[in-house]
C-alpha cells in the first residue's frame, strides 16, 4: 500500500499542474508589470484597481459594495483630475461594483427576483429620461441622465443578487468606518481653524486640495452610517462593543452637528424617534438621545445662533422658494417642466414670493421641486416606489427577531432620516439617497426568506 502512494502521478496530471503555474506566473509577472507603468505614470487609480483584483475575486460582494460604501462620504473631493468637479472615484468604484456584482450573479447562480419596488424606481427613473424631450432646457435635463440611468442600473443590479448577511454585515461595517473617518476628518478640520465659510456662519464639511462638499449635503451622506451605528448598538449585549459603538455614534453626531445643517439635525431628530417609537422607549432608546443631547455642551455658540435664525432667515430663503415654487406645480405639474430644470422655472415664478430671494434658484425640496420637473406622473411613480419599500420592509420586520430585526430597523430608519432631510434639500439624485434604499431592498428580501424558512 505504502508503494502504491509513493507512487508518481501520472504525465497528464503532471502537464495540467505545469500549465497552471505557467499561467499563474504570466499572470503575476503582467500585472507586476501593469503596476509598475501605473506607478511609473501616476495613474494612481489603474494601480489601485489592480491591488483590488485579487481581494474583488475572492469577495466581490463585500470589497465592491463595501468599498462605494465606504468612500461615499469623501465623494466631493474625489474627483478626478486637477479640476474641482467633474467624474469622481465613487462613481467609478460605484460602476465597477455593478459590474462585479453582475458577473457574480452570472458566474455564482446568485440572480434572485428583484422587489416590486424596482418595477416603480424604473418607471421613475424612466419618466425622469423622458422628460427631457419637452424640458424647458434641455441642455440641463440630458446633463443629469447619465447619473439618473447609472443609479437606477446599480439599483436594479444590486437588488437582484442574492447577497448573503455576512456580506452584509460588510458592507454595513464599511460604511460606518467611513462615516467615522469623515466624521473625525471634518471635525479635526473645523476644530483646527478649516471651516466651509458661509453666509453667515462658518460650517464644518468635507474639505481638501481646494475642494469641498456642501455642509448640507456631507450632513446627508453622515445619516446612514449613524443609523447603522445605532442598529449594532441597540443588538449588541457585549459592552466593549457597546462602548465603541456609542464613541462612533457620538463623533458621527458631531459631525453632522457642525455642519449646522438645520435639516438634516431635524431629520436626524426623525431617526432617532423611530427608533424610539419601536424599541417601545426601552432604556437602550435612551443611549442615542443621551448621546446626542450631550453635544450640544461642545458645539460653538455659532450653531445655536443658527438654529435661532432660522424663522427670522425664512429657512435661509427656502420659504419664500417653496411659495414660488407651488405656483410652478399649476403651470407644469401635469407633464413637468423637466429633469433638472426647477431652477430653469423658478425664474419665471420668483416674483410670486413674499420675499424676492433671486432668481434660477434650487427647489430646496424634493416634492416641490419632483412635482415642477415631473410632474403628477414621475411624483406619483416616486412615491409608489417609496411606499412600496416601506410597505414590504414594515411587513417583515413584524416577524423578525434579534440582530435582523435591528438590521432591517437601521435601514429603515436611514430612509426615514432621508425623506425628512428632503423637505429643504435636493438629494433625489445622490447616491447617498439611492444606497439606503438599494440596501434597505436587499435587506427586506433575505428578511422574508428567512422568515419563510
Known sequence: MSTTLARPSTGKVKCVGAGERVLFSVFLVGAALLLGVSVGTNHWLFAVMLLALPLVLQWPVRVSLGLFALLLPFDAISVLGQGKSGTTLTFV??????????????????????PRAALWWSLFVIWSVSTAFWALNAELSWQRVPTALALLLMFLVTVSVRITPGELSCVELCAIVGGFAAAVYSTAQFYSGIFYR???SMRASMIAGGREEDPNQFAVVLLLPIALALGRLFSTHNRLERTLLTIVTGVIGLGVFLTMSRGVIFALSVLVLFFVY???????ALIPVCTLL?????????FFARLRGAVSSRAAG????WIAGIQAIWHHGLWGAGLDNFSTTYSEVAGAAPTFSGFARDSHNIYIGMLVELGIIGFLFFACAL????RDAAQVSGSMH???QYRLLSYQAACYGMLAAGISLDIVWRKSFWLCWMLLAVTTSFSRRQARS
Do not use: H, K, Y
Open 93 to 114: 468604484v460605484g460602476g465597477a461594483a455593478t459590474l462585479v456584482l453582475m458577473f457574480t450573479a452570472l458566474a455564482g447562480n446568485r440572480f434572485t427576483a428583484p
Open 402 to 404: 434579534g440582530i435582523g
Open 198 to 200: 458661509g453666509a453667515l
Open 387 to 390: 411606499r412600496s419599500q416601506l
Open 278 to 284: 419601536r424599541l417601545r422607549v426601552g432604556w437602550r
Open 318 to 321: 427656502r420659504f419664500d422658494i
Open 294 to 302: 450631550s453635544l450640544c455642551l461642545v458645539v460653538p455658540e455659532s
